[in-house]
């Protein structure tokens, strides 16, 4: 049999000889059943960082592992990797196109944000950074069922310069952000009038669902209870109605980011402000004392600037808000089930940085991520079923996407598969991007499954309806490859075809050897005997096309790949 490193050249790529010398590593990893044990995948590595190791850390930081990547995290290691990806900067998507579209398949608003997003998220560099911003667009939702979606560019802009910035800062950009104000009515929100109320929407949501939760919790993230036992509230219902007047004063800016004569409304044909952040419209403001969290008073006459600022400080600074933020991410980024002494760690970092410094994100994604718990799993041999998430459909669409070696021929306007394709195919998985159907996202924080306990977020849309679905459009997508008749061009492939690495190795070494290296970078080499088996039976008379796509199939529609261990 061929090394790695070899069939990989023949098919057509280039790596660098440091790369090329790290072959994937070979190991026995237990698996979920001592009886039934992991297939051993055949390539040594000369290395420290193992496959097993490699692969976890991809899976966690970025939308997938590829080949160069696991080479690259096998030849410098996984903290050089998260230093490097934490070093990248910030890709921006091009502003909105002002006027519709009215060539091509691309026939919406939506079309240049999804293009430009999936683009980068499946081809750019910057895979942590756009990974930590995708999860934050899950906290603080914006969703285009509420939003016009020349909005979304500046939002997601803004999420992926601060996805590595200060939390505190990445709080008021979206508290002052065009799309956050059309979705929960901040935009437009004045002084009210005698007997009137402001709008609490915002004031409420920022509190419940994006930092504190309603209930106190200790750095752990467990209850923090009273004497008699009961759960102790965050805040009260006449604290909303201050942190809403405390809110109230802001319109959209004119298009060059200037203060309008008069307030902004919204309108569907222009709507107003689309890149620029809010702007305090003179006398809208409530200028009445106000009384916040932990007894915190701002005085009467303050701005409006002023009392946003306060506000905002006041509850980045309450002591529910690190465990509440860090328990979400540890969730999104690498298991379901922290456990409270890991959010702890991760708490007391977001705290202090060890300068001194609170809600610093680069210091709490390192923590995160190279926690002991994090990497607990990382040595072969070394497995926990309980550890893990499981892929929500976009992730899952996004890793094996990558993982296929994809190309694109794409331009404006004919960019219609990822927006009428694949956004259309996650919508029967009930996940579409940036399409929540309310401000709680796609799915709960706390679903537990009810055998066990255990909370697992994503499985609260894994029905048999979705999971049916998913299978459909894989086997449509591996055999057609997003063909739109609109365009008359395959706008999308997956290189599964002669002269790809999976053809290559399907016709030299037949089933064993296919499956085999499906494994080592679907699976960091954690597929079991049993699994193994069945597939090259299933495969092993197929032409070398036919057996590259229908073990893909079965791969990545197993429940052994989408949970993500």
Known sequence: MKHFGEIFKSAGRTMRGSMCVAALAAFCLAGFAQSNPVVDTGW??????????????????????????????????????????????????PLANPLPVTQGDCGSYECDTEYYWWNDILFGPDQLRQRVAFELSKLFVVSVDGVDPRYMPNFLNLLSRDAFGNW???????????????????????????????????????????????VALNQDGSQ?????????????????????????????????????????????????GQNCPMVAFPGAHSTVQKTLLNGTVLPAGQSAQQ???????????????PPFVCRRLIQSLVK??????????????????????????????????????????????????????????????????????????????????????????????DEVPRNATSVFSFYS????????????????????????????????????????????????TLNLGPGSLWYNFASQNGAPG?????????????MTQDMYQAIV??????????????????IVNSPQYKLMI
């Open 514 to 526: 296919l499956v085999k290296v499906l494994d080592a970078l679907l699976m960091h080499g954690s």
């Open 168 to 214: 505190f800062t990445l709080m008021q950009d979206v508290a002052l952000s065009p799309a956050m104000g059309t979705y929960l009515n901040m935009a437009d929100s004045f002084a009210p009038a005698a007997g009137q109320r402001a709008n609490e929407n915002f004031a409420r949501e920022l509190m419940q669902l994006f930092s504190i939760g309603t």
């Open 445 to 492: 924080p706390n679903f537990t499954l009810p055998a066990s306990g255990l909370y697992a977020p994503e499985f609260q849309n894994e029905n048999v309806s979705t999971v049916a679905w998913a299978a459909l459009h894989v086997q449509d997508a591996l055999h057609n490859n997003f063909y739109l008749p609109a365009s008359n061009v395959n706008e999308f």
């Open 537 to 554: 039976t299933a495969v092993q008379y197929d032409d070398p096309a036919t057996m590259a796509k229908i073990a893909v199939y079965l």
């Open 44 to 93: 040594d590595s000369g290395t420290s960082t193992s496959l097993q190791a490699a692969g976890r850390i991809l899976n966690q930081a970025t939308f997938g592992p590829v080949i160069n990547d696991v080479f690259h995290v096998e030849a410098i290691g996984i903290t050089n990797y998260v230093n490097q990806q934490l070093a990248m900067p910030a890709y921006q998507i």
């Open 224 to 272: 923090r209870l009273d004497a008699n036992g009961n759960p102790i509230p965050n805040y009260t219902g006449a604290q909303v109605q201050n942190f809403a007047l405390a809110y109230t004063g802001w319109t959209f800016a004119n298009a060059d980011c200037s203060v309008p004569s008069v307030p902004n409304s919204y309108w569907f044909e222009n709507p107003p």
């Open 336 to 429: 379901s089930n922290p456990s409270p002494a890991y959010i702890s760690r991760v708490a007391g970092v977001f705290i202090n940085n060890g300068a001194g410094v609170r809600g610093d994100m680069p210091s709490v994604i390192r923590a995160i991520l190279l926690d002991p718990e994090a990497r607990a799993a990382d040595a072969p041999g070394a497995a926990d079923p309980n550890a893990g998430r499981l892929r929500d459909p976009i992730l899952w669409w996004a890793s094996v996407m990558r993982a296929m070696q994809p190309t694109s021929s794409a331009t404006l306007p004919n960019v219609g598969f990822y927006s009428q394709v694949v956004d259309l195919w996650l919508g029967n998985m």
């Open 307 to 321: 009392d946003l600022t306060a506000a905002l400080q006041n509850v980045f600074n309450h002591p529910s808000l």
